[in-house]
């Protein structure tokens, strides 16, 4: 089936109320070209310069996810362009991507990453780091005026096991709805992003309003 197809036919069983990011990285111009013309225009990279150079070439209404782990030294390669940088596990990198942001006269939209899956491998902040962050975010004196934390993101333990998938993606919905209760609750707390092409229909069920689709739109890898 051609990427095309295969884009229309997961789009067709998303909700409304759920952004597709289609991951594109290690994937050459005309594969994102071929689902750019099928209408897809949210694609999520996991490598700072290969992101830089597809923004280069391809049109320029296209929204770019950061979807990797972020070094603070290549933060400065996409702060002039990149629209959702989903996987921000520290305060100094929150920092880094603010002053970035600033020279660069923009405000960049970011997403938690919080730590949810039973494996050493993966990257994220404990429920304890994310209140330290949003208390100095929300602090009065905070001098952060160019990122905008716009939610949570979290990546499932790479399993069969459903029901531990189900168990991890219910947790970070459980910590997203806490959020909206806090007294010094962020603005537009709106997205959580959960769940990709084995897990993204669970994850939708546990409610996740955003999805990182790879393999299942352009193939394996």
Avoid at 33 to 46: D, H, L, T
Avoid at 106 to 115: A, K, N, S, T, V
Avoid at 120 to 140: A, M, P, S, W
Avoid at 196 to 219: H, K, N, P, W
Wanted: charged share 25%; glycine share 6%; proline share 2%.
């Amino acid at each position: 089936m051609s990427i095309a197809k295969n884009l229309l036919k997961i789009k067709s069983t998303l909700p409304s109320t759920v952004t597709l990011v289609a991951v594109s990285k290690t994937k050459p111009i005309p594969d994102l070209m071929e689902a750019y013309v099928a209408g897809q225009r949210i694609f999520g990279e996991n490598k700072i310069q290969e992101m830089a150079e597809k923004w280069e070439a391809m049109p320029k209404d296209i929204e770019w996810h950061m979807i990797g782990h972020v070094q603070t030294n290549k933060v400065k390669f996409m702060a002039p362009f990149v629209s959702l940088i989903h996987g921000v596990d520290s305060l100094k990198l929150l920092e880094e991507i603010n002053k970035q942001a600033k020279k660069n006269n923009r405000i960049i939209d970011c997403l938690l990453q919080i730590y949810i899956a039973e494996e050493e491998t993966k990257f994220g902040l404990d429920e304890d780091e994310l209140d330290e962050i949003l208390h100095f975010v929300q602090n009065d004196k905070n001098e952060m005026k160019n990122i905008r934390i716009v939610g949570l993101m979290g990546m499932a333990t790479f399993t069969d096991n459903q029901n531990q998938i189900k168990k991890e993606f219910t947790h970070l919905k459980s910590i997203f709805d806490k959020l909206q209760f806090r007294k010094d609750a962020i603005n537009r707390v709106s997205t959580i992003s959960m769940g990709m092409s084995g897990d993204y229909q669970l994850a939708i069920e546990c409610g996740s309003t955003m999805v990182r689709i790879g393999s299942s739109i352009f193939g394996g890898r």
